[in-house]
């Protein structure tokens, strides 16, 4: 007879026993005359009977609701275990009730390298959170999800599901008590949330800072400098520089939203990017002209037409343009060079060269961050908000188009903006603002 029939079996004989016995005992009472302690004999046992056979009942269904999870397989069960686990898209790994590993996937390697089939997973899993979790699963049977991090060798935060596997009524002792540890990585989403935070908090700070030297001078207009007629002057003149800044962070803010916001649409107007470079060069040249840089083009042999957004791609050279005069000024020079380039799909690319102080190497890569800057200070008294090259980078990766940046500390630094090129001849090119 298979377990499950038996089991029937046996609970159905132990509750009409128990029914059996309380009858009896009500009659033996009764005739001897102590029906009342019969009775509160006699309703213990039913209530014991009861739960006994309600136990053997809920058994039978969980037993029912298996056999309909599990189907007959070709496969013998161990091979099916490890098959399922190493489809798994997850790091994965299956133990036995004694914790030793029965299944786990390549995935898995890299969360803990150290795990062995056959061998016990607690001694190599380290972390004492998720080793108590699963020990806690291992005992108790109850699903459980804990969430850990690893400092070295770099940070990373992961959420791990610790369920029990409920396994057919009739498996082999191999296969009984199994759970599956799932880990779900969180790092990206960590990472997110962190940059987030940053970019929170550093912004604030950029938009905390002028707003207190306002604060700070209309304070002293109201008292000290009320009837001061110069040093009112002076105070609304740095004022003004102040209100102007904050109000070009809040700008280049939603220009920055505005430009992830349509990361995924590339622009498609044809633009001619000399003639870009052209009216940049041209609205900066009072810049120059203070700063006292000579800015020299050498245009292309032919015109360099790529699908864009002009007004975007104005704001790309304004920022390299602008940062080569003021941060490049000891040089004296700024060169604009255009160039054809690209081995399969041809390629404009325009490269912005100075030959200031440079930049160190281990700045290069953070460049284009929001709020970076090699010189805070310096930057912020030349009214810059470290927002520039972040905006650079943005708009050329919508274009489908990337940065590179080139520079040796001491020796000047060369920007090369690279755009694939429009193909065919363009209908109308947007050579005018
Ligand atoms: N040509 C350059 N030579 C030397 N340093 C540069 C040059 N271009 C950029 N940098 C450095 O890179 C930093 C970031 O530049 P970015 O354009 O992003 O910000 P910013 O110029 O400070 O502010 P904003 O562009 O918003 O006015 C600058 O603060 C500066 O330190
Ligand atoms: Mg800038």
């Given at each position: 007879m298979p377990g499950a029939d038996r089991r029937d079996l046996i609970a159905g004989l132990g509750a009409w026993a128990g029914v059996g016995a309380a009858i009896a005992l009500i009659l033996i009472f009764a005739l001897s005359g102590k029906l009342a302690p019969g009775l509160a004999t006699v309703a213990v046992m039913l209530i014991a009977a009861a739960a006994f056979a309600g136990r053997a009942l809920a058994r039978r269904q969980q037993e029912k609701n298996a056999a309909r999870v599990f189907a007959p397989a070709s496969l013998d069960d161990g091979a099916l275990l490890q098959a399922l686990v190493q489809a798994l898209p997850d790091p994965s790994i299956a133990l036995d009730g004694d914790g030793r590993v029965v299944a786990?996937?390549?995935?898995?390697?890299?969360?803990?390298?150290?795990?062995?089939a056959g061998e016990p997973a607690l001694l190599v899993l380290r972390t004492p959170e998720l080793i108590n979790a699963v020990r806690r699963v291992l005992a108790g049977r109850l699903p459980e999800q804990v969430e850990f991090s690893e400092r070295l060798p770099a940070g990373r935060w992961f959420e791990v599901f610790i369920n029990p596997i409920a396994t057919p009524p009739d498996a082999l002792a191999p296969q009984k008590d199994l759970i599956l540890l799932t880990f779900h990585d969180l790092s990206q989403l960590r990472r997110v949330e962190e940059m987030r935070a940053d970019f929170v908090a550093n912004a604030s700070h950029e938009l905390r800072t002028p707003l207190a030297a306002l604060s700070g001078f209309i304070e002293t207009l109201k008292g000290p400098a009320r009837d001061d007629a110069g040093a009112r002057e002076r105070f609304l003149n740095i004022m003004e520089s102040q209100a102007t800044r904050m109000a070009r962070l809040i700008d280049d803010l939603l220009s920055l939203s505005r430009i992830e916001l349509?990361?995924?649409r590339r622009p498609d107007k044809p633009v001619d990017l000399l003639s870009v470079v052209r009216q940049v060069i041209d609205a900066l040249q009072t810049l120059a002209r203070d700063r006292g840089v000579e800015v020299s083009i050498a245009p292309p042999p032919a015109p360099l037409v790529v699908p864009g957004d002009r007004d975007e791609l104005i704001r790309v050279f304004e920022n390299l343009i602008e940062n080569a005069l003021k941060y490049g000024a000891s040089g004296k020079r700024v060169e604009i060079t255009f160039a054809r380039t690209g081995s399969g799909q041809p390629e404009a690319a325009v490269a912005v060269r100075d030959f200031g102080p440079g930049i160190a190497a281990e700045h290069l890569p953070r460049l284009t961050e929001r709020f970076y800057r090699v010189d805070v200070a310096g930057s912020r008294a030349q009214g810059g908000t470290g927002l520039g090259l972040a905006l650079v980078?943005?708009?050329?990766?919508?274009?489908?188009?990337?940065?590179?940046?080139?520079?040796?500390?001491?020796?000047?630094?060369?920007?090369?903006?690279?755009?694939?090129?429009?193909?065919?001849?363009?209908a109308a090119v947007d050579k005018k603002p």
């Open positions: 786990l996937n390549a995935s898995a390697l890299g969360v803990a390298p150290a795990l062995r349509n990361a995924h980078k943005h708009i050329l990766n919508r274009h489908r188009g990337r940065l590179s940046i080139e520079s040796r500390f001491g020796e000047g630094a060369t920007f090369t903006v690279r755009l694939p090129l429009q193909d065919g001849v363009p």
